[in-house]
Structure formats: C-alpha cells, structure tokens
C-alpha cells in the first residue's frame, strides 16, 4: 500500500535580501468593499545568536492592533522550534503515519537534549503589567489581565531564549549540505485571529498562517557569517567579542526568516524596472553546482518577470535565493532551497518557491485550511513558468498533473481537498490534493468559464486581495464577476467533495448523438463531431445550472440539467465519430468511454 501511495505522489508531483529601499507594497486597511478587517502586529526584535551552542537570546515588543469587532480575553504565540522536542506531536505523528515524510521519520525522537529546538518564554507583559501564560507544545496560551477591545492596540513585551535544533524539518543548524544556520519560524510569533476565530494551530507537520505586519529585527551574530534572508538591510555595526549587529526592517509581511554561514558567497541582480534579487549559496560547492547558481540568476530573472505579467506585479524591492532547508520552501522576501542539483531541478524548485510569494506572501492564504490555493495555485503558474523558460517546450504542460489527480482520484485514498492540512490519513494524500488538484482547479477552471476570463480572473483575485487573506469564495466569486456565470458548484463539488467528473459518449445513430454523465460531478461539455463527409464541428452543450455560456466559437446546443443522466441531441449532418473533450482540460477520470467511433 505505501509503495502505491508514494508511486502515485511521485508520478503526480513533479520531475524532478540586502537593500535599503523600502517596499512598494500597499499597507493594509480594511476593505469596505468586502466588509473585511484583519489584525496587525509590529514587531521590534533584538537577538543575540551564539553560534557555537547554537542558542540564542530574544528581546521582542509587539504592538497589536485589534481591527476586529470582538473583545479578546486571550491571545496565543506559536513556538514552531517546540516541535523538534521527542515526544512532540510532530514526532508522534511522523512515527504514526502510514507514510511518513522521509526527512522526518523517527529523526526527532532520537534527538539529544543540546540537538533539540526550543523556545522558552521567560518573562510576558502586557502595558508593562506581568500576565499569565502557559507553554502547551507549540502554543504559549496567554491570559490577558485586561481585554483587548475592539479597535485598540496594546503592547507586548517579551523576553525569551532558544535553541536551534539540529536540521530536519525546514528549520534548523547544519543542513545536510552544511548551511549553518536555516532559521525559519523562529521566533515567537502571534497567532492570527479573523473572523472565524483564534488559528493556534499546533506545529504538526504542515503549513502557517500569520499576522500581517511590521518588522523591525537587529540580530547580533559571529562578524564572519554572511546573513540573507526577509527584509531591508538598514545598518551593520560591529558589536562586542567578534560580532556584529545586522538591522533589518521588513514591512507589510507575515513572517520574518533569515539563514547564515560563514563560507556563503554573496551574488546580485538587479532587475530592469524590478526588484534587486540576492543569491546566497556555499563557495565549497562542486563546480558543477556553483554553475548551475551562477545559471541560475539570469532565469531567476526571467521567472519574476513571466510572474508580474500573468499574476501582477511583485510589491517588494528585493528577492532573496537561499542555500539552506531542507528541500523548497518559501518565506517573506525569500525562499531556503537545498543547491546540490542538477540544474533543471534547481530551476524547478526555485520557479515553485518564487511563484509563492505571489500565491502566499501576498495573498497570504490560511494554508493549513486552504493548502490547495498556496500549493495548487503556485505549482500552476510554476509549470507554466518553466515551460516557458524551456528550449523544448511541450504543448500541454499541464497534462502531467491532470493524470496525477484522474489517477489518484480512482484510488480509495482520496480525500476532499478542503480537508485541514494535519488531518490527512497519508502524506500523499495531501501531496496530490493540495499540489496536484489544487492545480488542477485553476487550469481547469479555463475550461469551465474560458481561458481568457481564467488569466483575467487571476490577475483580478491578485489585484483585490493582495494582503487581504482570500479564501476559496473569494476565486470563485472573482471568476463569477469576470465571466458572468454562476461557479458555486465548481467550487463545492471539486474543493468540498470526491465527486469524479465522467462523461462518456453513449450511442450515435445517423444524425443522433447520445452522451451519459457516469459521475456526480457536473460540467459543461465541448464537444468535437466528424461527420462521414471529413468535416469537422465543435459543439457545446452549457450546463444548465451555470446560467451562460463560456466565450466559445462552437455550435452551441441545449443546456443539459445535471440531474438528468443522459442528453442526446440531433448534429447537422450523419456523424462518424465524436469525442469529448479533445483539449484535455477537464479532468474527466475515464477518458476511454470520451470517444465513439461508426464503423
């Protein structure tokens, strides 16, 4: 059964910051348009790294503003670095599963006491007054001596010291290829609170969601080590016993993530009319490797580009490449990948990472609930990226990720994809929903409501929603008001079900042609009809409950009600064969009964 799991999500998946310019990003308010609110934290950090016992000590202000409509009695700190602790749910859960991640494994119960993460909280107040917290695995809960009402903003004060565990899940000292420090989640980070609630989601294996805000970060730190990572270098002066204080500012993010090594070498481009974007990898690399980095920057270039045009624009001034992690794995302003690669999977990984900062670090979706929009939507615009970037490319790249969802989809592992991202039975369970059928939603939502108002609609739902935290209503409410039709069975049957989508052609008969809908999931149909003389007619038959028709030069007929199985309907001429679909664009999971040929 594993080998079956991971064969399937292997087949599914895929071949293979320094500046001072403040950002052009657009600070958030709330949206009258969308009756929206959200939270805001400013968060000013002083960090003391020892790079030797890999501890460090932390001095952290927040100043948080409820933007909300709801007194809060209490407020919560994820503490990620907790995880790497044996014992903890992410050790339990990476020993229980069925398929466990090969980088975790029982990696984190074998950890010795001065190889585990922690993050301890020594002292918390609020407005200067001492208030009570507990640390409850990955979540510090804190009781607030005084609400905080709607519209006021209070000050948190924080001192707290850590450990860095040793590499194995994104976070982490000494990389399997030697990064030094990959420090990602680090930090004691408030929960998001909207309007469904506090997200204190304990660090089991999966995604985040954050706060927007500010960030204001002076790390102090071993003079030879060369930094990068999330925000604006603003000073670097030279502190006491070989260190020196690196200041960085960070605005209109939701996370703050650096990596550092002494032997890292330190490359810029600054893009034509773009941002400035930095490479940071190890000088001891292969030769090999150091040319593919050195490759690497001009196509690192070319992606950025290729992203402002089909999504928007990139709102920050600067893009850091980072050798570090423990795979790919997107954050504020940058990206941690592992560079010992050949080099289409280094373009690969780098064009998936980097779409992220469109479709997560600007859009900011909650990603442990809607993981499908953040990987699904990146690994869309990503395999179109690198196609483009590609000397051989291929006329649908797509057609590798609707035959990971069909194949998957025929398998008893299948869950919905709104399903939360820790409540997967199995690994590749998630791997396949969120990846390849979140994918899969948006180039087959071309299908649905035509191309040109998918590209559109993209670039509308960016456009709108930039640091806003949209949800699955707000693509599909987006495709509704570009393309005029009714969409909220698109979303509920492929996002909230298993529904399969399989329509088979049935009989023709002269003139007659007969379709069947064997699945629950209804769709428009474009069909393709040769008749006995050689010619050729495209017809398209509306779904019913779409109330329209998508832009289309076919033949149009009838609509056809979802709830009745069959449709038939009279062509111009006697038929000789019909074929559903020839585009290949829905994911119907029996394309075998697609066609039917008079002999």
């Not at 087949?11 to 929206?36: D, R, W």
């Not at 900062?357 to 990226?385: C, P, R």
């Not at 649905?448 to 609609?457: A, C, F, L």
């Amino acid at each position: 059964m594993k080998r079956h799991l991971f064969y399937l999500f292997a087949f599914s998946i895929f071949s293979s910051c320094s500046a001072t310019e403040k950002p052009s990003a657009k600070k958030t308010e709330n949206n009258a348009t969308y009756g929206y609110w959200q939270q805001h934290a400013k968060y000013e950090m002083e960090i003391d790294m020892d790079v030797k016992s890999y501890q460090y000590e932390g001095k952290q202000k927040i100043v948080y503003t409820n933007n909300s409509p709801d007194v809060l009695n209490k407020v919560f700190y994820h503490l990620y670095f907790n995880a790497f602790q044996p014992g903890s749910e992410m050790d339990v859960r990476s020993r229980t599963i069925a398929d466990p991640d090969g980088r975790v494994g029982d990696r984190i119960s074998k950890l010795l006491p001065n190889e585990i993460g922690y993050i301890k909280v020594n002292s918390l107040k609020q407005n200067d007054k001492a208030i009570s917290y507990e640390t409850v695995g990955t979540v510090l809960e804190v009781t607030l001596n005084q609400p905080i009402q709607p519209g006021e903003q209070v000050t948190f004060d924080m001192l707290f010291d850590a450990q860095v565990p040793k590499q194995i899940r994104r976070s982490g000292r000494n990389n399997k290829e030697g990064v030094a420090l990959s420090m990602t989640q680090w930090y004691p980070k408030l929960a998001e609170y909207d309007e469904e609630g506090w997200h204190a989601d304990p660090y089991i294996g999966r995604e985040f969601y954050g706060v927007w805000g500010d960030f204001d970060v002076k790390l102090t730190i071993d003079e030879d080590y060369v930094v990068g990572g999330s925000g604006y270098l603003q000073s670097e002066t030279k502190a006491k016993k070989g260190k020196k204080t690196l200041h960085y500012t960070a605005p209109q993010v939701h996370d703050f993530t650096w990596a550092a090594d002494p032997d890292f070498i330190h490359d810029t481009l600054q893009m034509e009319n773009g941002p400035l974007l930095h490479f940071y990898y190890k000088k001891d690399l292969e030769q090999k490797y150091l040319d593919n980095w050195k490759r690497l920057q001009g196509d690192t270039a070319k992606l950025m580009e290729y992203f402002n045009e089909h999504i928007g624009e990139y709102p920050y001034d600067q893009y850091s490449v980072i050798q570090g992690g423990d795979g790919g794995m997107e954050y504020a302003m940058c990206t941690l990948i592992t560079g010992q690669r050949k080099y289409g999977s280094l373009l690969g990984v780098t064009a998936h990472e980097l779409a992220h900062s469109w479709f997560q670090f600007v859009l900011a979706f909650n990603e442990a609930k809607h993981g499908w929009m953040d990987e699904g939507f990146t690994t869309y615009i990503s395999t179109l990226a690198e196609n483009e970037l590609s000397s051989n490319p291929k006329e649908n790249p797509l057609s590798r990720l609707y035959l990971g969802y069909t194949n998957f989809a025929l398998t008893e592992y299948e869950q919905p994809i709104t399903t939360h991202a820790d409540r997967y039975e199995y690994n590749s369970a998630y791997s396949v929903a969120t990846y390849v059928k979140g994918a899969v939603f948006l180039s087959q939502l071309g299908y649905v409501i035509g191309e040109e108002n998918r590209d559109k609609t993209i670039k509308k739902f960016y456009q709108d929603f930039q640091f806003k935290h949209p949800k699955p209503l707000h693509i599909i409410r987006t495709a509704e008001r570009v393309s005029g039709l009714e969409l909220d069975w698109y979303l509920t049957d492929f996002t909230q079900t298993t529904n399969k989508i399989d329509y088979a052609v049935t009989s023709i008969e002269g003139k007659s042609i007969t379709l069947e809908r064997k699945g629950l999931m209804p769709m428009p149909i474009d069909l393709t009809v040769t008749y006995t003389d050689g010619s050729v007619e495209e017809f398209y038959i509306p779904l019913q409950m779409m109330r329209g028709e998508k832009p289309t030069s076919a033949t149009i007929v009838n609509d056809w009600a979802w709830a009745m199985p069959t449709y038939s309907f009279e062509a111009n001429k006697t038929v000789k064969s019909v074929e559903i679909d020839t585009s290949k664009m829905m994911a119907d999971v029996n394309r075998d009964n697609n066609t039917m040929s008079v002999n």
